[in-house]
């Protein structure tokens, strides 16, 4: 696999940077989680394949024993505010190897007058300018799911910026600092809103990909499921119509006429109401009609298609879980997808005795330095 023999320290955290040590993980990487002494559980449950050691990071021994790892290690991956590895001395400068690449992830980065300020998922859409595009039919501003910010403008974006700093370190044999701001991150992931105004030309919701297209959206069934709706191009949208038997519809408004979208909506509306979302998705079965059925979860797992591609794998509670991506060619059916969480502290003699004597181990777990 991609990242075999790269060591990954990940400063255990929540959401975007497990994640981020979680694709690294998926990618071949050894990935030890450092977790606090003392910890009988970590509520963030990304951590797959993952190793487990248990630090007092408040202890000089703890902090000392991290830059002992750090040495030895190609990657460190800091999820807190600016500043707080600097006050544990294990900032970038107190770390003696020059190979290690520095990857810090915080809400608005480690400078300017906000780098201290405490914020979640919504508050970096916000400042990000994201956010405003994405509104609810009354026009207010509605958040996803922290998916943008936190995984796809931050874990995402770290795990892309760590594996480029790789290759750069390949070709100078030098580590570096990557500094990420997650609200600057969501705007990076979002740069389709920027490069592609002129496809967003209307007020918020009022545009062909945010809820004001009829043709673009998701629509209740007759049994309180849901149908999502995207046929956008021309010979999409006729194959629709003649599926839905909304061709047959005197006087049917034009599709792009949007004097005539919220009647076109209504008229759509009605017809997905007339039956089940099962009778719909056999109607619109293997189709270029751009309609699929809003799927639960478990039922994208069971998915026919899904199951083909392997597209979730059961985890070691039997839980399903999405299969890493992108598939390559060179580790297909040679290289398991990883499985099991570590326990907090699991894997910390294991990973002491390659610096410390059994004697030296023994002392800091006696003195609670790790557990």
Avoid at 8 to 24: F, N, T
Avoid at 143 to 168: H, K
Avoid at 207 to 227: H, I, Q, S, W
């Amino acid at each position: 696999m991609a990242l075999r023999k790269i060591r990954v320290l990940e400063l255990a955290g929540l959401a975007p940077v497990p994640y981020c040590g979680q694709v690294l993980a998926d990618l071949g990487a050894e990935v030890i989680r450092v977790d606090r002494a003392g910890s009988a559980f970590n509520i963030d449950q990304q951590s797959r394949g993952k190793k487990s050691i248990a630090l007092n990071m408040k202890d000089h021994s703890g902090q000392k024993i991290l830059r002992s790892l750090a040495r030895s290690s190609d990657v460190l991956l800091d999820p807190f505010r600016p500043g707080v590895m600097e006050r544990l001395n294990c900032g970038p400068e107190r770390i003696a190897n020059e190979r290690l690449i520095f990857a810090r992830l915080s809400g608005f980065g480690q400078t300017g007058p906000m780098r201290d300020v405490a914020g979640h998922d919504i508050n970096y859409l916000a400042q990000s300018g994201v956010l405003d595009s994405l509104r609810d039919s009354t026009g207010k501003p509605l958040p996803p799911i922290n998916l943008v910010a936190d995984f796809a403008g931050g874990g995402a974006m770290m795990a892309l910026g760590v594996t480029s700093a790789l290759i750069e370190r390949g070709n100078t044999g030098k580590g570096q600092v990557l500094d990420l701001a997650m609200s600057e991150g969501a705007a990076y992931a979002s740069g389709f809103l920027w490069s592609m105004k002129s496809l967003f030309p209307g007020t918020k919701g009022s545009n062909m990909l945010d809820g004001g297209a009829p043709f673009y959206g998701v629509y209740e069934t007759k049994d309180c499921r849901f149908m999502a709706l995207g046929a956008i191009e021309p010979q999409f949208y006729q194959v629709f119509l003649e599926k839905s038997k909304l061709g047959d519809v005197e006087g049917l408004p034009d599709q792009m006429d949007q004097t005539e979208w919220e009647n076109l909506r209504k008229i759509i509306a009605e017809k997905f109401l007339e039956k089940t979302q099962a009778e719909w998705t056999c109607i619109f079965h293997l189709t270029d009609a751009c309609v699929s059925p809003v799927m639960t979860a478990e039922e994208a797992a069971e998915n026919e298609h899904n199951k083909e591609r392997n597209s979730f794998v059961l985890d070691e509670h039997g839980e399903y879980f999405p299969h890493p991506v992108p598939r390559s060619s060179n580790s297909i059916g040679t290289d398991a997808v990883p499985i099991i969480q570590p326990k907090v502290g699991e894997h910390t003699v294991e990973i002491l005795s390659e610096l410390y004597s059994k004697r030296e181990v023994r002392s800091f777990l006696e003195n609670g330095i790790v557990s």
